[in-house]
């Protein structure tokens, strides 16, 4: 006779955590298509699953011809940090690469964006830095990286070029192809993507007009630490949040 199978608290909470990174990654992925950071809805982002290596991506629906402004949770896809797909019903994009090998050598890294965004990816065809310009801008000091590749990186190699040319910084351009966006957080790093496209907008308008000039050191520093920090990324997530056309408080206080 068989008793009961004990409920093994430690693997439902993380059964529970990963359903949570799952939903909050395909509402990231309707947001950056709502947004306009992924014309053609093409683009991808990643989640590391807490205290594994396992990570979280979206599956190639892009094959499909489907909209990513309809990204479920079984859009996303689970591969180890190798890039083995594990589990999910869809065929992991095959530029995981690019998030696995930045991933693997940066443990403050847990979330990535890669997009075409029009501003920022021009910037890397024109192979001009983006500078930290703007009040959005800082986090970007000294300036973004660019990628000296126009291939899609979409092996293991490729990874390891993106995750030398990105550094310790949190932004890079790929040449002629698109941009790289890293978060201690989904909604940091989709945050991050849309300071990218923020920033380098600025900066090409301002250059249109005159020698364009960096924030000064002390305010990177002061939006790089502390409560400036937490305020430049809690304080604008609820405006990206409603961009979810899912969002069924978008809707509240209408009627
Ligand atoms: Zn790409």
Redesign the pocket.
């Known amino acids: 006779m068989h008793s009961p199978v004990p409920v093994d608290r430690a693997l439902r909470t993380q059964e529970t955590e990963v359903i949570d990174l799952r939903r909050r990654l395909a509402k990231v992925h309707r947001i950056l298509t709502a947004g306009g950071i992924w014309p053609l809805t ?2 991808h982002a990643s989640a590391r699953i807490p205290g594994t290596d396992r990570v979280l991506i979206l599956g190639h629906i892009h094959s499909q011809g489907r909209s990513l402004i309809d990204t479920d949770v079984d859009d996303i896809v689970t591969v180890d940090i190798e890039g083995k797909w594990l589990e999910g019903r869809i065929e992991p994009v095959d ?1 995981r690469f690019l998030h696995l090998e930045i991933m693997k050598a940066r443990p403050d890294v847990t979330s990535i964006v ?1 997009a ?1 965004s029009t501003y920022a990816t021009a910037f890397g065809i024109a192979g001009v830095n983006i500078l930290p310009v703007g009040n959005r801008g800082g986090i970007f000091a000294p300036q973004v990286p660019i990628l000296d590749f126009d291939r ?1 990186i979409d092996t293991p190699e490729r990874g390891r070029m993106a995750r030398d040319a990105i550094g310790d910084g949190c932004a890079l351009v790929l040449k002629n ?2 941009t790289v966006a890293c978060g201690d957080s989904i909604e940091n790093a989709c945050i991050t993507a849309f300071a990218l496209e923020e920033t380098a907008q600025l900066h090409w308008i301002a250059a249109q007009l005159g020698p364009v000039q960096k924030i000064s050191s002390g305010e990177v520093r002061s939006v790089l630490t502390g409560a400036r920090k937490e305020e430049f990324f809690s304080h604008v997530w609820g405006h990206y949040s409603r961009m979810d056309p899912w969002d069924r408080s978008s809707s509240n206080g209408s009627s």
């Open positions: 093409k683009g530029e890669h075409h899609q192809h698109g």
